[in-house]
């Protein structure tokens, strides 16, 4: 059974930094691409980073620049790294596993099937 759990959401002030933390397990990780996507209130679950299997890396306009996805195999788990957060970043935060291995990063949220449960994230002006 896939399990899939992120972390360290928070309160901070615009201008700060956070890291997220997603760990999964049931898979073999390394073989997966993995998303990163939020949700503010009111909104529609919108994407935010990819980390393809072999570490490459693609995200949306508004978090280029800003924030960074890495993983490490041998924990099963990725990461979200925030820098310069803004108001406007405010949401859940929630990773997800696709149901295949080896597959093309994607944006979309059809693309995968597990997702955890969400960590929120809340910046004040």
């Known amino acids: 059974q896939v399990q899939v759990v992120e972390s360290g959401g928070d309160l901070v002030q615009a201008g700060g930094s956070l890291r997220l933390t997603c760990v999964v397990s049931?898979?073999?990780?390394?073989?997966?691409?993995m998303g990163w996507f939020r949700q503010a209130p009111g909104k529609e679950r919108e994407f935010v980073s990819a980390i393809h299997w072999t570490s490459s890396t693609v995200y949306a306009d508004s978090a280029k620049g800003r924030f960074t996805a890495s993983r490490d195999n041998v924990k099963n788990t990725v990461y979200l790294q925030m820098n310069s957060l803004k108001p406007e970043d405010t949401a859940v935060y929630y990773c997800a596993c696709p149901a295949s291995p080896y597959g093309q990063v994607s944006a979309e949220k059809g693309g995968y099937r597990y997702w955890g449960q969400g960590t929120q994230v809340t910046v004040s002006s």
């Open positions: 049931g898979r073999t990780f390394s073989k997966y691409t």
